[in-house]
């Protein structure tokens, strides 16, 4: 199927979860991200139109000034199946974008709103979301060196993509399950208020 396949269908049509997730994908991108054929020797990041970017490997989720995605970059293989036996508890991933080889995998967050990280943005609000894009990542074992500038584009066919929840999440309903204090304490005595005062919220 081609990454365009579900575009094409009509209107009234029923979709499946991941068409809905992936739709809602295509509209939150960039107007023009960044995107890459990989990352071996001689490719680089390239910056192209939206609908050549979702047919590379790689592409650009977040907005320079917003974030509206948590990906987290799990690089142990059978990464599902550790979620699935081990991390359970853990808030479901809207997409799970899968290497079919290794197991290996990023596991996507969509956030209901998105966070503004601009220079005139809320402080308190940005660290909330570093604090549980550090515990997710904490929580999984996995890589705290991924950026997040690009991810594994879930319209490429080189990946296995899986849906597991449909709606978007909103940070505190991510937060409720996930020990933030652990995450604030990297951070000074003025974040761990701002924690608190951003649960009473």
């Not at 997730?21 to 939206?50: H, Q, S, T």
């Not at 508890?89 to 974008?97: A, D, F, Q, S």
């Not at 319209?155 to 937060?175: G, I």
Request: one cysteine or more.
């Amino acid at each position: 199927m081609s990454a365009f396949a579900f575009f094409e269908q009509e209107t009234n049509q029923n979709k499946t979860s991941l068409d809905v997730v992936l739709e809602r994908l295509f509209d939150n991108l960039p107007n023009k991200p960044y995107c890459a054929d990989g990352f071996d020797w001689g490719n680089m990041l390239k910056i192209r139109n939206k609908k050549e970017a979702i047919t590379k490997p790689y592409i650009q989720f977040n907005h320079p000034m917003w974030k509206k995605y948590i990906v987290i970059d799990i690089d142990n293989t059978g990464a599902v199946a550790d979620w699935i036996y081990d991390y359970s508890h853990l808030p479901k991933p809207n997409l799970i974008i899968e290497n079919k080889k290794n197991g290996r995998a990023h596991f996507v967050y969509e956030l209901l709103d998105a966070v503004s990280f601009t220079n005139n943005s809320s402080i308190k609000a940005q660290r909330y979301y570093t604090a549980i894009q550090s515990a997710l990542t904490d929580e999984f074992k996995a890589d705290h060196r991924f950026t997040g500038l690009v991810s594994k584009n879930p319209f490429s066919s080189k990946w296995r993509v899986s849906c597991f929840r449909e709606d978007p999440y909103q940070l505190k309903e991510l937060a409720n399950k996930l020990d933030l204090q652990t995450a604030y304490s990297l951070t000074d005595s003025k974040t761990k208020e701002n924690l608190k005062s951003a649960n009473d919220e």
